[in-house]
Nanobody, 119 residues
């Protein structure tokens, strides 16, 4: 089935930036749409952003539009999430996911990386 492994999480002050990375293995990466989701404590997992197999179009949750940017490098089997102007409410575990369409569903998931934004 292959794996997805996220990295790049950490602790940052409000207004700061982080870049999350996800490396995929085991399937033909360039055939699949990729997405980022997040889950805050006590809340359900929610959609953040997605990108289709070729790098466009992209989709974003309203809460992150204009602040976050999803991108991919098919030659490296990587997908990225650039997060700018971070807010305390962005604190969550962020998950990378793969699927057949950038509109979902996503059927393969990474283990997640913690992002904590301090006020």
């Amino acid at each position: 089935q292959g794996t997805l492994v996220e990295s790049g999480g950490g602790l940052v002050q409000a207004g700061g930036s982080l870049r999350l990375s996800c490396v995929a293995s085991g399937r033909t990466f360039s055939n699949y749409a990729m997405g980022w989701f997040r889950q805050a404590p006590g809340k359900e997992r929610e959609f953040v952003a997605s990108i289709n197999w070729s790098g466009g179009p992209t989709h974003y949750a309203d809460s992150v539009k204009g602040r976050f940017t999803i991108s991919r490098d098919n030659a490296k089997n990587m997908v990225y999430l650039q997060m700018n102007s971070l807010k305390p409410e962005d604190t969550a575990v962020y998950y990378c996911a793969a699927g057949d369409s950038s509109l979902g569903p996503f059927d393969r998931w990474g283990q997640g990386t913690q992002v904590t934004v301090s006020s």
